[in-house]
């Protein structure tokens, strides 16, 4: 299985990695409300099936990938 | 009489830089320090206490503190914790405990996204602790700090319930590195036996290199790891 994981900063968490980026982008002139910064992870994996697929990634979140106080993610399972 | 050295581990990660500093100043101090390499799944025997250092464990992958929270060590250090003994993490060490769920909070990149490495003052919020016995509420304290994620977060519940619980140790006095949560450098969790702080005591044992303040935190540790020595017989 194969598996895209998208950590983000939560809403209302500071991210000075996202507003350097947007400030960055409206120099080269391009007219950006915000910006935020995040994390792609691509994992490979063995489950039988993508219902088992989709809850292991998220047992990986929840353990490791992602810090629920300041972080969300979103799994996308991506091929077999 | 001397006064008999207790012994205080302090853990080896890969990455960790600021292990021996912390060694050698703890030495210093009256304890007799152990370096303890992360693999070990036990703790040395007559430990008082833990520090885990500063430095970049597991190359600061993924989140700081993220990986070295699974390290072998980490599951002796929680239960050295769970039956009182102090833990103290230093920057770092501050991060793996927020990480392993020992401590509140989250460390994120500093609101500045620069690295920051100069004396801050730092004032103590709580004189009651195992890490500031020897300091007195309100003191100012001049220590380093050296770090890139060092800005301590919290949602607001969450920081209510840790002044109300007297559990905020340690803020920044005046010009805060950062852009921590209400200016928190250093935090306790519930039971009052584990701590973390970005600032670095061990930088500041000797008034020859800069200031001696940190000596006080170290010391208090010193004191705590020794009350927790069986009787002399």
Known sequence: ?80 | MSERRPRIAVVVFPGSNDDRDAAWALGALGAEPVLVWHGEERLPDGVGAVVLPGGFSYGDYLRCGAIARFSPVMGAVAAFAAEGGPVLGICNGFQILCEAGLLPGALRPNESLSFVCRDVAVRVEQAGTPFTSRCRCGQTLVIPVKHGEGCWFATAGLLRELERDNRIVLRYAGDNPNGSVAGVAGVLNDRGNVMGLMPHPEHAVDPLLGSGDGAALLASLVDSARDRMPAAV
């Open chain 1, 1 to 80: 299985m194969r598996a895209t994981v998208l950590v983000r900063p939560k809403e209302g968490i500071l991210d000075p990695q996202g507003q350097a980026v947007e400030d960055s982008l409206r120099h080269l002139g391009f007219s950006v409300g915000t910006a935020r910064v995040g994390r792609v992870v691509d994992v490979e994996f063995d489950a039988p099936d993508a219902k088992a697929a989709l809850a292991e990634v998220e047992r990986m979140c929840e353990q490791l990938l992602a810090n629920p106080l300041i972080e969300s993610y979103e799994i996308e399972i991506t091929g077999r």
